[in-house]
């Protein structure tokens, strides 16, 4: 039986930051790629877009048909106002939507300048991006899902366990997040269970969403493959859903950097550049 004089009475050692390994080469090159392609896709998305801003359901999108969204102008007396049309409801969105500078002065166009490539209306140039980076998307989108799955990163990293599927936990994950209270210690090496079905999400559902929608929005590949039409109700369904794939896409980003940077913006960065990522490890008595 310990005695008063056997206790280790020395305060417990604070909590010491290791570096561990959490990113792989793979992961963090196909990431980066994925920045670069992501944000070029978007931007000359919305170039395309711009030619004829309004969306529609089914097989047919002409200006006589009607649009569940559209972005367009209304005459005010002498001036010119943007408005943004989803279904009944309308917002005034002058300077960014509908209407916005370019060269200084205020010209009817869906998304602004400063959101398209190239920043001029040039559809035939905005298909050429969005083409390429489509196809460097997809090649790098494969060679991610190819380690995922061969390397087993899908099922170490990012497939989630019963535990953490259950209400109470994922319960429990929503509050902290609402609190910022992110993990730490031996919980920071891993992803929550929000991270995992998240980036599930955006993996298996809506990247290829993205894609099948892209390809059946071409006359070429309808061609080839009728079928696809069926699947997705039309060609002008199929644009719309590859619409709101993309802003969900979007969505997506803005909260992962917002994450990103709450949680510790460098030591994020760090990981994603170097693989290394900061933890502090429980502290022990001396």
């Known amino acids: 039986m310990a005695t008063v004089d056997h206790l280790d009475t020395s305060p417990p050692a604070g909590p010491t930051k290791i570096l561990i390994r959490r990113h792989s080469l793979v992961t963090r090159i196909t990431h980066w790629l994925n920045v670069i392609c992501l944000s070029l896709l978007l931007m000359s998305g919305l170039q395309i877009f711009n030619a004829h801003p309004s969306l529609y359901w089914g097989q047919y999108g002409a200006d006589a048909d009607p649009s569940w969204l559209s972005i367009g102008s209304v005459q005010d007396g002498d001036s010119t106002r943007g408005v943004l049309r989803i279904g009944r409801l309308s917002v005034v969105t002058t300077g960014i939507l509908g209407v916005s500078r370019e060269g200084g002065e205020l010209t009817e166009r869906g998304f602004p300048t400063w959101a398209t490539i190239p920043s001029y209306q040039d559809l035939a140039t905005g298909r050429r991006w969005h083409l390429f980076f489509a196809w460097l998307f997809v090649i790098n989108g494969l060679i991610y899902a190819l380690y995922g799955f061969v390397g087993g990163h899908f099922r170490r990293d990012l497939a989630p366990s019963a535990e953490e599927l259950s209400p109470g936990h994922l319960k429990q994950e929503i509050a902290d997040h609402a609190?910022?209270?992110?993990?730490?210690?031996?919980?920071?090496?891993?992803?929550?269970?929000?991270?995992?079905?998240?980036?599930?999400?955006?993996?298996?559902?809506?990247?290829?969403?993205?894609?099948?929608?892209?390809?059946?929005?071409?006359?070429?590949?309808?061609?080839?493959?009728?079928?696809?039409?069926?699947?997705?109700?039309?060609?002008?369904?199929?644009?719309?859903?590859?619409?709101?794939?993309?802003?969900?896409?979007?969505?997506?980003?803005?909260?992962?950097?917002?994450?990103v940077i709450l949680s510790g913006l460098w030591n994020n960065m760090r990981s994603m550049i170097t693989g290394r990522y900061r933890i502090e490890s429980e502290g022990v008595r001396k």
């Open 179 to 259: 609190r910022l209270r992110f993990p730490k210690g031996e919980k920071a090496r891993r992803y929550n269970a929000l991270q995992k079905l998240t980036y599930l999400i955006v993996i298996f559902i809506l990247l290829p969403l993205m894609l099948a929608t892209g390809l059946t929005m071409s006359p070429g590949m309808d061609a080839g493959f009728p079928f696809l039409l069926d699947v997705f109700g039309g060609r002008q369904s199929a644009r719309s859903i590859h619409f709101i794939c993309a802003w969900s896409i979007v969505l997506f980003v803005l909260v992962h950097v917002a994450m």
